[in-house]
């Protein structure tokens, strides 16, 4: 198979979803790799280090699309990408399909076959766990006064508390937010609705660190007193309400700051909207807001070592077995198939933009097969109804 890398082109984004290592592996197995030219640079992954290991460098994205089977990259497909997409052509990427309705009109167009790469990780996307720390470091940056906070430290000193730090969410994002925070001294409440996550998380963080069902009453009980929400909540899709609303800000501090990991319009906090590396923070109320919808885009190098390699099973078994029996063998996978041949098959897409689609099993031929792998649903968005996926 040739499999074609992209060079990112949304703005502040430089992660690779391979590295040389990757790509000298599917090399080694008989395959061929193209690389778009300085794809990997500004992540430390310059093209000579893919020349090394087999790969060939490509010089642009035209070449890419043109000449690949499969086309790999971190971000979604942007609308110069669209018309350059061929049919039958297998794409990997985190398309976002549900709230990215014109990328899937697109996709579906040309008959390409997507997956989507936030759906297919059996472990969490270490993508994630990046995005928890370096979101809390970035909230602990901007509550410095010469960054727009309120001039509070994150760790206590000599006569002067630290910050009070509200986590939501005791995922592997709100665990490695809770790291990060607990670790710099700071008074960290870790809020979730599992108690079992809830317990473990009082075995392996520190005692500055306490717990709390998540709930907006509770939220409501401690708000006068934090400095920073850090939420790391992935909020359903079709839920119209929020954990913090605009309503709630009136009780915090002036100053004090929310950075939203998950970065959902619409999602647990009401006033979140995306920003970029270049302009982090909007303010609201007197409560800024830090709403980077890429944060691992900032340590590209250490990001891309990791998400490539938690990818790479995926990209293996694609090539070496065929869409059928990779999707057969791995449950992550065949839930992620978001369009094949022109039909819809990813479910929350189909629930949330209200259009008819099958399921992966129906599509790929496997609704009867008995050694399927199995992995859970992928959101709570579920359709009741006859007809979509």
């Not at 794809?39 to 490509?58: H, P, R, S």
């Not at 976002?96 to 997507?114: G, T």
């Not at 209200?354 to 992966?360: F, I």
Request: glycine letters at 10%; a negative charge.
């Amino acid at each position: 198979m040739i499999i074609g890398m992209l060079k990112e082109i949304k703005v502040g984004e430089s992660r690779v979803v391979m590295t040389p290592t990757e790509a000298g592996e599917l090399c080694a197995q008989g395959h061929t790799v193209f690389i778009q030219s300085k794809a990997g640079e500004q992540a430390g992954f310059e093209d000579e280090a893919y020349v090394k290991v087999g790969a060939e460098i490509k010089p642009d994205m035209k070449s890419i699309y043109k000449e690949s089977d499969m086309v790999v990259k971190v971000k979604e497909i942007e609308p110069i990408e669209y018309d350059l997409v061929r049919e039958g052509q297998i794409i990997f990427t985190c398309i976002h399909p549900a709230s990215n309705r014109e990328e899937v009109d697109a996709l579906l167009r040309k008959k390409a076959i997507a997956f989507t790469a936030e759906d297919t990780h059996r472990y969490g996307s270490p993508n994630c766990e990046v995005a928890g720390k370096l979101g809390a470091l970035m909230g602990v940056h901007h509550l410095l006064s010469i960054n727009g906070g309120r001039g509070q430290l994150i760790c206590g000193i000599g006569g002067a508390p630290g910050a009070n730090v509200l986590v939501l969410g005791a995922g592997i994002v709100g665990k490695g937010a809770t790291q990060i925070v607990s670790s710099l001294g700071a008074r960290v409440t870790l809020m979730d609705i599992n108690i079992g996550v809830l317990r473990q998380s009082e075995e392996i963080f520190p005692k500055n660190v306490h717990t709390m069902i998540s709930n907006q009453q509770n939220i409501k009980k401690i708000l006068p007193d934090i400095d920073m929400i850090i939420n790391c909540v992935k909020w359903p899709k079709h839920r119209k309400d929020h954990l913090v609303t605009r309503d709630m800000l009136k009780v915090m501090k002036k100053g004090s700051v929310i950075v939203d990991v998950s970065a959902d319009v619409g999602g647990a906090i009401e006033t979140y909207k995306p920003t970029t590396h270049d302009h982090p923070t909007f303010v609201v109320d007197g409560v800024v807001h830090y709403g980077v919808d890429n944060i691992p885009g900032a340590a590209p190098h250490t990001t891309s070592i990791a998400y490539a390699a938690s990818v790479f099973p995926h990209f293996q078994s694609i090539a070496n077995n065929g869409i059928e029996e990779a999707c057969r063998r791995d449950g992550y996978l065949r839930r992620s198939l978001t369009v094949y041949k022109g039909i819809l098959t990813h479910e929350e897409t189909s629930v949330i933009q209200d259009r008819e689609g099958t399921t992966p099993e129906e599509v790929l031929g496997l609704i009867d097969c008995d050694e399927l792998d199995f992995a859970p649903k992928a959101t709570t968005t579920i359709s009741k109804n006859k007809g979509r996926c």
